[in-house]
């Protein structure tokens, strides 16, 4: 089973940027899909991203299409989200999550999350 931490949530303004990272622990990495959700205050999980087991191929949310992007690099066992164009309405924790598999699978159970990070994003 792999571990997940995720790294480089915080506050930003509205319209700015922030990338987040999250490490894995193993060396069975590359044989996971990806993915980050995210969890607002009263509202249930939701998906956010997802990539294949090299990267090259990704899925998102309609919300972030445009402004986010998730990428990963296997070398370093670590997959980040890049968001950009931030709105007050994507601040929630963000969370990693890995999936046995090659192409992310948004029916597909999750085999391991992280702990979570927070994004909070002010007008």
């Known amino acids: 089973q792999v571990q997940l931490v995720e790294s480089g949530g915080g506050l930003v303004q509205a319209g700015g940027s922030l990338r987040l990272s999250c490490a894995a622990s193993g060396r069975t990495f590359s044989s996971y899909a990806m993915g980050w959700f995210r969890q607002a205050p009263g509202k249930e999980r939701e998906f956010v991203a997802g990539?294949?087991?090299?990267?090259?191929?990704?899925s998102y949310s309609d919300s972030v299409k445009g402004r986010f992007t998730i990428s990963r690099d296997n070398a370093k066992n670590t997959v980040y989200l890049q968001m950009n164009s931030l709105k007050p309405e994507d601040t929630a924790v963000y969370y990693c999550?890995?999936?046995?598999?090659?192409?992310?699978?948004?029916?597909?159970?999750?085999?391991?999350w992280g702990q979570g990070t927070q994004v909070t994003v002010s007008s």
């Open positions: 999550a890995a999936q046995r598999g090659s192409y992310y699978d948004t029916s597909a159970p999750i085999a391991s």
């Open positions: 990539c294949s087991w090299r990267g090259g191929t990704t």
